[in-house]
């Protein structure tokens, strides 16, 4: 049920890009994006709709698919601030969040 | 957006006592969460808790173990009874408000 993220870890070096995937195997409403740094709570960057709506972030940008049920973020020109660990999240018509499985991003100069 | 004030922070518990985890939101809103965290792993919800109504739990938990209270649009209780090691964890309160969730700052539970 998990949605599930690929890769599970990056290393990139600053200015570099990155695309972080999600895959459900459940129907989805909507995809959202979140990323958690070390001790801290995780903290909303966006979220796509059906139909192509997106909110959130000015420097990030994702893409849904509807039909093939996944997901994916487009981190680039990295910083160091964008280490952390990015997890999408399906919500699967009521409003409760399951989150995927984590993708762990460092950024190094 | 909302800022959720969660207590206490952290706690060391014996086994079979049970801790009382309170969240409170600087504004009103309509759903509440409750997610736990294994350190270096991903959330898993635990129950949706909305004023008025009884919690809605996810498989796996039941309310016996994990009862929530939600008196009022600001404010949410999760107790975990009858601690066992296997519940020590990361507990984030979550509310909803407009398109993005917004999360408390967590308490680490550590039973011994």
């Known amino acids: 049920q998990q949605p599930v993220q690929s890769p599970q870890a990056v290393i990139l070096r600053e200015g570099e890009d990155a695309v972080i995937n999600c895959s459900s195997s459940k129907a989805l409403y909507s995809v959202h994006w979140y990323r958690q740094k070390h001790g801290e709570a995780p903290v909303f960057l966006m979220i796509l709709l059906k139909g192509g709506e997106q909110k959130g972030h000015e420097k990030i940008s994702a893409s849904f698919n509807e039909k093939k049920q996944q997901s994916s973020l487009y981190l680039t020109a990295s910083q160091l601030s964008y280490s952390g660990t990015y997890f999408c999240?399906?919500?699967?018509?009521?409003?409760?969040?399951?989150f995927g499985t984590g993708t762990r991003l460092t950024v190094i100069p | 957006s909302a800022v959720i004030s969660q207590k206490p922070s952290r706690d060391i518990c014996q086994r079979g006592t049970s801790l009382t985890i309170q969240c409170q939101v600087d504004s009103q809103v309509t759903m509440m969460f409750w997610y736990r965290q294994q350190p270096g792993q991903s959330l898993t919800l635990i129950a949706t808790a909305n004023q008025g109504s009884e919690a809605t739990y996810e498989s796996g938990f039941v309310i016996d173990k994990f009862p929530i209270s939600r008196p009022n649009l600001t404010f949410s209780t999760l107790t975990v009874s009858n601690m066992s090691p296997e519940d020590s964890s990361i507990y984030l309160c979550?509310?909803?408000?407009?398109?993005?969730?917004?999360f408390g700052s967590g308490t680490r539970l550590t039973v011994v």
């Open positions: 999240g399906t919500e699967r018509g009521a409003n409760n969040l399951f």
């Open positions: 979550s509310a909803l408000e407009g398109y993005g969730y917004t």
